[in-house]
């Protein structure tokens, strides 16, 4: 991002009341303060302010990756710094109070109280200071970000739900929990209210009034920002539909959502364009952060599983899947970590954030300023496979999936889905080219595996292993709220506040 995170004292952050009194109170005396904000707000400051929204937001994306991608055995953690970082993924159970399950979750919320204050300040500067276009433009930006935010809330905590309505004083009671499909659904309100105030901005010729980080640069108009929106709109909509009680109990209700949502994002079915879209960077710059999964291959920390080779399929010439040859490459320095005395060799490692001279991940040295995705053009072609599958247009579904196995992997077109269970086989071809076009982005394996109800199908990799099912309520969330963390779902120690 290139520049300092905007620090305010966020308090006592998510929901009001933290056990041990826990705070965000992160000095920066180059950046406005939080009661500087909302009394005294500028336009420098709102610059400043939306600057550090933007950087907040991508905290914690890196242990999401790694996180998710361990659950979903797409690599391992074999560093030893912290056991439970690599026993908990793999024998469970997560725990609620621990440094790898009760992760994911306090830094989102930080995120989200960035945005309300915010969005506070924008109420309240005179619009001699900053136009009511530029004040819609701004709503929209961090709008989108807070649904961005609340989006990776969601995918972890699943039938867990989460709170929402947290932009009340720091000293409220904790807000309630509320359903997953009631998440989604307030995700996609605050994307459709973004998408209002673009549009809104975009009939005004306003610009932001801050500078757009290098990752958005495609993306750094009120009319630009709007494809973004609208793809993070058709994500939304297709993750919520999966279960078929959502949506109002009529999933094609959310997958005519999402198409009409991707007519408007960014999504181009040209190959060229797989791998364009909105990104977080990174940078070696004074008070910036560096891309930490981008190691080089003598490092022992994230290695990539054999699984990936042995269950992609293989080229007309022989060779795996193009994908897994430009996303994985041979350890130079291998490492053995024994997990409850159980081998697990350290032998590859993840090629996506190296800088590689070319295709097939050849002359790779690890690069700290490598940007992460937060959502590609590739993975819209997928989203509008599943949304054209699920809404009746399946020739289109299969014609995106082969547009995508064919010119991303070097593969054989598949063939076309005629018996058996349709459904259920397309959604295994679905999930085997999500899992290779994503791997070690965003933990899209284990998110898959679990909302189309296919964890078994995630190997064990260890005897008397585990697939946990979603990550716990943090400890201190749950005492927050005189509730008692246990293994009420197998694997997942954690509490299950009532929802709403």
């Known amino acids: 991002m290139r520049t300092r995170r905007f620090a305010i004292t966020a308090g006592l952050l998510t929901l009001g009341v933290w056990a041990g009194g826990c705070n965000f109170d992160i000095t920066n005396t180059n ?32 242990a999401l990756i790694w996180r998710l991608g361990s659950m979903g055995r797409e690599g391992v953690n074999l560093s030893g710094n912290n056991q439970p970082d690599f026993q908990e993924p793999y024998f469970g159970p997560v725990q609620a109070g621990g440094s790898f399950g009760g992760t994911l979750w306090i830094d989102r919320y930080a995120t989200i109280r960035t945005a309300n204050v915010y969005l506070q300040a924008l109420g309240v500067i005179d619009t001699l200071k900053v136009s009511t276009g530029e004040k819609a433009a701004s709503r929209a930006m961090a709008n989108t ?18 709170p929402v ?102 999504l181009d079915p040209a190959p060229a364009s797989f791998p364009n ?16 999964l981008s190691e080089p291959t003598n490092a022992l920390t994230f290695f990539a599983l054999q699984d990936n080779f042995a269950d992609a399929d293989t080229q007309a010439n022989g060779s795996t899947d193009q994908r897994v040859l430009n996303k994985i490459v041979p350890a130079a ?36 300023n490598h940007p992460i995705p937060i959502i590609r053009d590739e993975e819209l072609i997928l989203l509008d496979a599943e949304a054209q599958w699920f809404a009746g247009s399946k020739a289109q579904a299969i014609a995106d999936l082969n547009n995508v196995r064919t010119n991303s992997g070097n593969l054989a077109t598949a063939a076309p889905v005629t018996t058996g269970d349709l459904d259920s086989v397309f959604v295994k071809a ?16 284990w998110i898959d595996a679990r909302r189309f109800g296919r964890l078994g199908d995630i190997p064990l990799d260890v005897p008397s292993g585990n697939i946990p099912s979603v990550m716990p309520v943090p400890k201190g969330e749950c005492d927050a709220r005189n509730l008692t963390a246990s293994e009420v779902i197998p694997d997942v120690v954690t509490c299950t506040p009532p929802l709403t």
């Open 31 to 62: 950046q406005p303060t939080l009661d500087d904000l909302l009394t005294n707000p500028t336009r420098t400051k709102l610059s400043a302010a939306a600057t550090g929204l933007f950087a907040s937001s991508r905290g914690g994306i890196q």
């Open 145 to 162: 970000l807070k649904a961005l935010t609340f989006m990776y809330v969601v995918e972890t905590r699943a039938q867990l739900g989460a």
């Open 165 to 266: 309505d947290v932009g009340g004083p720091v000293n409220a009671p904790p807000a309630p929990f509320v359903s997953e499909d009631s998440v989604y659904g307030y995700i996609i309100g605050l994307l459709d209210s973004a998408q209002a105030d673009l549009g809104r901005a975009t009939a005004l010729s306003a610009t932001f009034p801050f500078p757009v980080p290098p990752g958005f640069a495609g993306f750094a108009t009120p009319a630009t920002f709007a494809q973004f929106n609208r793809a993070l709109a058709a994500k939304a909509n297709v993750l919520r539909a999966t279960d078929a009680t959502k949506c109002g109990g009529t999933p094609a209700n959310c997958y005519t959502a999402a198409l009409t949502a991707l007519g408007t994002s960014f």
């Open 277 to 292: 879209g909105v990104f977080f960077d990174f940078s070696s710059g004074s008070g910036d952060t560096q891309n930490g």
């Open 333 to 368: 320095d291998t490492q053995i970590a024994l997990l409850g005395s159980i081998p697990i060799p350290g032998e590859l490692k993840f090629a996506v954030f190296m800088s590689c001279s070319q295709p097939g991940a050849v002359n790779c040295a690890a690069d700290a």
């Open 430 to 445: 679905l999930m085997y080219e999500r899992r290779f076009s994503l791997l070690w982005e965003q933990g899209t394996r």
